[in-house]
């Protein structure tokens, strides 16, 4: 009986570890400040590299305490980021026409956060691949380019994902 006793004492006082996401911070206490410079691009489409630090930086100030600053050297960590894939292709085709009808964007990232004092690497992503889908009109004479507003809302849910696996280090 006392052993009993004395397991469910240690399994009580153990924990299991578990949290409710999206409400820890495992960032050090002594990070304050952040930058987030432009993205590198290894490919041919510019505009993901203007809109996703845009994203994270709105991300972070909405969801953080931390300050963003435009100053590497006077930010206490670096979120550094870099296209490295780009592919835009069709999914789904109008049978009448044969044209497409629906595009799929897929966009490869890789991104780091490092504590600019120590060098010291928090959080990275090497190949975070997203995707994203967005319709084209069948008819010619109706087409509106939604490719730009698919990269937006791809830039949002990365800057949801990144900042989300930043604060739990995930």
Request: glycine share 6%; aromatic share 8%; net charge neutral.
């Amino acid at each position: 009986m006392r052993h009993a006793l004395l397991a469910l004492v240690c399994l009580a006082s153990a924990g299991c570890g578990y949290h409710v996401s999206g409400h820890t911070d495992l960032i050090p206490k002594s990070i304050q400040t952040v930058c987030i410079p432009a993205f590198g691009n290894a490919t041919t489409r510019y505009k993901l590299t203007d809109r996703l630090p845009e994203a994270i930086t709105r991300e972070f100030i909405t969801r953080t305490r931390y300050k963003i600053v435009n100053d590497m050297d006077q930010a206490d960590a670096i979120l550094r980021g870099t296209v490295v894939n780009y592919n835009a292709y069709p999914v789904i085709f109008d049978p009448s026409s044969g044209r497409a009808s629906t595009i799929q964007v897929s966009v490869v990232l890789s991104i780091t956060f490092t504590e600019r004092a120590t060098g010291k690497v928090l959080y990275t992503r090497p190949g975070l691949e997203w995707k994203q889908q967005y319709e084209i009109s069948v008819d010619p004479r109706a087409f509106v380019d939604e490719s730009d507003s698919a990269l937006d809302r791809l830039s949002r849910d990365v800057a949801r994902s990144v900042v989300s696996g930043i604060l739990e280090n995930f």
